[in-house]
């Protein structure tokens, strides 16, 4: 334990006055005697040396054992009290401060534990009202939470900057099938309350799905909505409707503000593999019924023959016989499939043209640092397209003509032909060739630094429609033209003939929503503000440097200030080595229990993957720390984000405790301790800890981050390394 050096001043200081009081009293009285009355005295206090020294020490032992006492009662014990009454006034915290010292500290004492009495009796009657008071808002998120967790559709719900804010169990199901490692993580790494939702999908298509919806919701939409469809890293291919979430405050008056959006999702890879078996079966159909027509031409020429033999005869008509069946056969397959596949095709949106042709001016402008401008646009022609792919064409052959052909300036057209919509890209320039314009259409397309397997012909397939390339001898100009199908009018709506009244329920009060991602450095963020994981681990030993390894990590996180206890991650990790007999009983982990579990190379990345974009929090992190930097030239993963150590938060805010060990600090706090010595129960309780400790952080002055790191580094306990 540290000594404290008030308390040794305390101790020393009254022997020190003691021994300064008697030498100046000797030589005052020694300056008053002549040189016999001084050689007389001294040579009676020199056979009494003993006893003069023995006197005085006793006298200065009990002045400093009075002392003492006196510290440890008059400043000590009031220092305690103060800090435990801290505590029980950061709230959350129900119990009686202790008494230590003095008579009067101990009333003092009791009299704060009269007024924590009173105001947890205030409290409960405000609780009580406010229950009261609230009980329609829980009925009404009961509901919700009911319907969400009977949705068979995946529902994430994401503020502007794509924090989840809220998800359901079916989404939770589908991202684990997402994760590149779900027999450690279960998707965990992928989804979380205050998670980006970006680790999944592009940011790009969000972006431009968003763009789409603030047109529509600009324009008076009741219901506006995107649609598109996306590869995750892990391979599966997802189709994904938007939908907006409306601020209560309108935005600069063209519309009402986006608050957030709505993300349902459905998993469709294996749609696109029966699409696939589909197309091999046409495949095949094409190829078979190429030999079956040859066999039976051959066998209606050979009929034809009037000498032919009846025993051949028959067999030629067996042969034509057996062909149809099988051709029969095969259509037959390949209709049920068509069938089937109508059921499954890759969604479309309606969008207005008009829109669609504002978005790729932006584009083209953006990408290509180029003029644009729309002439002849139909401003009532609504479109069924994938705008995504349909834009990257147009900046795909903007470029080229940029780069190819030197071209500055370019139209958009939109007009109405039939059934159907000629969107045109003209320019004025050099004229191309017919070769030249096929190459484009059939080469994979580059948008600056980004390449895509697609070609402009699998766009234009896609949609149904016809690309050529046309010049206008007359203007003097020529055009790409696109024939882009029209979405159906019985499914289009009239904005204007909707009225703008709520059509949903309003379920999106969140704190989440409040907070917004801001551009300072991470030092300079308020601590309330960040969101952490709190881990622990569990390891064969404590020397990491001597061969000891993990066997278990455990983590919980923090988001807005609350304790997602629902978003845990906890997984054994096989050492690769026995596990010591000695340290079994402390953490309970038998050899059997981490055998055949993945190894630390295979779970370090998913829990990297866990804690991204928070801060780490550990108790003694020094110790756990120490553990994972060890591991990151075998595992390739570095844990870079900052450290907050309860150890040392707890010195501190509380430096006249005696102990801050995790047990002590749980029981100041009234913090119940479950799991001890199991990584994901230390985890919860270190949580639990660091929630009561902010508020007592922020009465010292300590709110931000870098703060709050600068001053538990001054800490004595900060000096531990290992």
């Known amino acids: 334990m540290k000594l404290d050096r008030r308390l040794l001043l305390a101790i020393l200081l009254p022997g020190l006055v003691l021994l300064v009081w008697t030498g100046t009293a000797l030589l005052l009285v020694g300056a008053t005697l002549d040189s016999n009355e001084r050689e007389s005295l001294v040579a009676l206090l020199e056979s009494r040396v003993a006893l003069v020294l023995m006197l005085g020490l006793g006298l200065a032992g009990g002045l400093g054992y009075a002392a003492n006492r006196l510290y440890r009662d008059r400043v000590e014990a009031p220092a305690r009290l103060l800090e435990e009454t801290r505590i029980v006034l950061s709230g959350g915290v129900h119990r009686e401060v202790r008494a230590h010292g003095s008579p009067e500290n101990q009333r003092l004492a009791r009299a704060v534990n009269d007024i924590v009495a009173q105001r947890l009796q205030l409290q409960q009657d405000v609780e009580s009202r406010v229950r009261e008071a609230s009980q329609r808002i829980e009925q009404e998120r009961s509901r919700l939470a009911a319907l969400m967790s009977e949705l068979t559709q995946s529902v994430v719900v994401c503020a502007l900057d794509g924090r989840v804010i809220l998800y359901n169990n079916r989404a939770r199901l589908?991202?684990?099938?997402?994760?590149?490692?779900?027999?450690?993580?279960?998707?965990?790494?992928?989804?979380?309350?205050?998670?980006?939702?970006?680790?999944?999908?592009?940011?790009?298509?969000?972006?431009?799905?968003?763009?789409?919806?603030?047109?529509?919701?600009?324009?008076?939409?009741?219901?506006?909505?995107?649609?598109?469809?996306?590869?995750?890293?892990?391979?599966?291919?997802?189709?994904?409707?938007?939908?907006?979430?409306?601020?209560?405050?309108?935005?600069?008056?063209?519309?009402?503000?986006?608050?957030?959006?709505?993300?349902?999702?459905?998993?469709?890879?294996?749609?696109?593999?029966?699409?696939?078996?589909?197309?091999?079966?046409?495949?095949?159909?094409?190829?078979?019924?190429?030999?079956?027509?040859?066999?039976?031409?051959?066998?209606?020429?050979?009929?034809?023959?009037?000498?032919?033999?009846?025993?051949?005869?028959?067999?030629?008509i067996g042969v034509i016989r057996d062909e149809t069946g099988a051709m029969s056969r095969r259509i037959q397959d390949l209709a049920a499939s068509s069938t089937e596949g109508l059921k499954t095709r890759w969604p479309m949106e309606d969008m207005l043209g008009s829109d669609l042709v504002a978005a790729a001016l932006r584009r083209i402008e953006q990408a290509h640092q180029l003029s644009g401008s729309a002439a002849e646009v139909d401003p009532s022609l609504w479109l069924r397209v994938d705008s995504f792919s349909l834009l990257q064409v147009l900046g795909y052959l903007?470029?080229?003509?940029?780069?190819?052909?030197?071209?500055?300036?370019?139209?958009?057209?939109?007009?109405?032909?039939?059934?159907?919509?000629?969107?045109?890209?003209?320019?004025?320039?050099?004229?191309?060739?017919?070769?030249?314009?096929?190459?484009?259409?059939?080469?994979?397309?580059?948008?600056?630094?980004?390449?895509?397997?697609?070609?402009?012909?699998?766009?234009?397939?896609?949609?149904?429609?016809?690309?050529?390339?046309?010049?206008?001898?007359?203007?003097?100009?020529?055009?790409?033209?696109?024939?882009?199908?029209?979405?159906?009018?019985?499914?289009?709506?009239?904005a204007a003939a909707l009225m703008h009244g709520d059509s949903r329920p309003e379920y999106y009060d969140f704190d989440l929503f409040q907070t917004s991602e801001q551009a300072r450095e991470l030092a300079d963020r308020r601590l309330v503000d960040l969101s952490y994981t709190v881990f622990d681990t569990e390891t064969t030993g404590l020397n990491p440097s001597e061969g000891d390894e993990i066997i278990q990590i455990g983590?919980?996180?923090?988001?807005?200030?609350?304790?997602?206890?629902?978003?845990?991650?906890?997984?054994?990790?096989?050492?690769?080595?026995?596990?010591?007999?000695?340290?079994?009983?402390?953490?309970?982990?038998?050899?059997?229990?981490?055998?055949?579990?993945?190894?630390?190379?295979?779970?370090?990345?998913?829990?990297?993957?866990?804690?991204?974009?928070?801060?780490?929090?550990?108790?003694?992190?020094?110790?756990?720390?120490?553990?994972?930097?060890?591991?990151?030239?075998?595992?390739?993963?570095?844990?870079?984000?900052?450290?907050?150590?309860?150890?040392?938060?707890?010195?501190?805010?509380?430096?006249?405790?005696?102990?801050?060990?995790?047990?002590?600090?749980?029981?100041?706090?009234?913090?119940?301790?479950?799991?001890?010595?199991?990584?994901?129960?230390?985890?919860?309780?270190?949580?639990?800890?660091?929630?009561?400790?902010?508020?007592?952080?922020?009465?010292?002055?300590?709110?931000?981050?870098?703060?709050?790191?600068?001053?538990?580094?001054?800490?004595?306990?900060?000096?531990?390394?290992?």
């Open 174 to 316: 589908q991202f684990r099938a997402l994760s590149e490692a779900p027999g450690v993580t279960g998707g965990a790494e992928l989804i979380g309350l205050g998670r980006s939702i970006y680790p999944v999908f592009d940011r790009k298509l969000i972006a431009h799905a968003l763009e789409s919806v603030q047109q529509r919701l600009q324009r008076g939409a009741a219901s506006p909505s995107a649609q598109f469809v996306t590869t995750t890293r892990a391979g599966q291919l997802l189709r994904v409707q938007m939908a907006p979430v409306r601020s209560s405050a309108p935005d600069d008056g063209s519309g009402q503000a986006l608050n957030g959006f709505v993300l349902m999702l459905d998993n469709i890879t294996r749609e696109l593999e029966d699409e696939s078996a589909r197309d091999r079966l046409l495949h095949g159909l094409t190829e078979r019924s190429r030999s079956s027509l040859a066999n039976m031409q051959a066998a209606l020429d050979m009929l034809e023959f009037p000498d032919l033999d009846p025993v051949m005869r028959d067999r030629f």
């Open 398 to 494: 903007t470029g080229r003509l940029v780069d190819e052909f030197d071209v500055r300036h370019f139209e958009l057209r939109l007009v109405a032909a039939g059934e159907h919509a000629h969107l045109d890209l003209v320019w004025s320039g050099q004229v191309m060739s017919t070769e030249t314009v096929m190459s484009w259409e059939m080469d994979p397309m580059r948008v600056g630094e980004e390449t895509t397997p697609l070609t402009v012909r699998d766009v234009v397939e896609r949609h149904g429609g016809a690309f050529w390339f046309e010049r206008e001898r007359v203007r003097h100009q020529a055009l790409f033209r696109f024939l882009l199908p029209l979405a159906n009018a019985q499914e289009q709506m009239d």
């Open 555 to 722: 983590a919980v996180r923090i988001v807005n200030g609350k304790l997602l206890r629902q978003e845990g991650f906890e997984q054994l990790v096989d050492p690769g080595r026995d596990i010591p007999a000695l340290s079994i009983p402390i953490h309970g982990i038998q050899p059997d229990m981490v055998r055949g579990q993945p190894m630390i190379d295979k779970v370090l990345p998913a829990f990297h993957a866990f804690a991204a974009d928070t801060v780490l929090v550990a108790h003694n992190a020094a110790f756990d720390m120490r553990f994972l930097q060890m591991k990151e030239q075998q595992t390739g993963v570095r844990f870079d984000q900052p450290v907050l150590d309860t150890l040392l938060l707890s010195a501190l805010v509380h430096p006249s405790q005696e102990s801050h060990r995790l047990e002590a600090i749980a029981e100041r706090f009234n913090v119940t301790i479950m799991g001890r010595h199991t990584a994901m129960g230390d985890a919860m309780v270190t949580a639990e800890v660091f929630l009561r400790l902010l508020p007592l952080l922020a009465e010292k002055g300590i709110h931000t981050l870098g703060q709050a790191r600068d001053a538990a580094q001054k800490t004595y306990f900060a000096r531990i390394k290992y």
